[in-house]
C-alpha cells in the first residue's frame, strides 16, 4: 500500500515539475532497478521474522507497524 502510495506522489510531482508522464508501474520498475544497482535489500517484514529465526532465534515478531516502518524484535534463549 505504501508502495503504491509513494509511486503516486513520485508520478504527480515528475507532471507537476517535469511534464513528465510516467506509469506507475514504470516507477515502480525503475525504483526497483536503482535499488538493485545500488545492492540494496528490502525485505518483508515476514522474510525478516524467517531470517531471524534461522539465525537461532526463537521468539520473533514484528511489534509494531506504520506504513513502510516496521519493528521486528527477536529473543534468542541461551
Known amino acids: 500500500m505504501y ?3 509513494q509511486a ?3 508520478q504527480n510531482q515528475l ?3 517535469e511534464g513528465e508522464e510516467l506509469t506507475i508501474e514504470e516507477i515502480i ?7 538493485e544497482r545500488a545492492r540494496i535489500n ?3 517484514i515476514e522474510g525478516q521474522i524467517t531470517l531471524l ?3 537461532g532465534f526463537k521468539n520473533a515478531d514484528c511489534v509494531w507497524k506504520h506504513y513502510n ?3 521486528v524484535v527477536g ?3 541461551k
Open 3 to 5: 508502495e503504491d502510495f
Open 69 to 71: 516502518i516496521a519493528i
Open 29 to 35: 520498475r525503475r525504483r526497483n532497478d536503482n535499488r
Open 8 to 10: 503516486r506522489y513520485i
Open 42 to 44: 528490502f525485505y518483508t
Open 53 to 55: 529465526r534461522e539465525s
Open 75 to 77: 529473543l534468542k534463549n
Open 15 to 17: 507532471r507537476k515539475l
